[in-house]
């Protein structure tokens, strides 16, 4: 992230479940951000081509990102409330 500049990294393309060494998991069809913000996995399998029944995991997510003196990162997920990743 200091490398480039950025103050987080969103990452997607990986819609499977994900650990992490302090054994934090991220399920499947789930955003999750770790190390403060620094990392968002936002992939969340919506679509069909990734699993067996053609429907993916999830119908889908928006990550909404606001920066200031009350930075915040919100999950929306289309079938249920919003969810605030970070802080």
Known sequence: VKALA??????????????????????????????DGLIFLIDVGMSRG???TGKGYSQGALLHIRGGRK???????????ARQLWP
Do not use: C
Not at 14 to 24: E, H
Not at 71 to 81: F, L, N, Q, S
């Open 6 to 35: 950025v103050k987080h990294l969103v990452m997607g393309h990986q819609p499977g479940k994900a650990s992490f060494a302090d054994g934090t998991r991220r399920q499947r069809g789930e955003m999750v951000q770790k190390f």
């Open 50 to 52: 990734i699993d067996d």
């Open 71 to 81: 930075a915040r990162a919100v999950a929306v997920y289309p079938d249920g409330p």
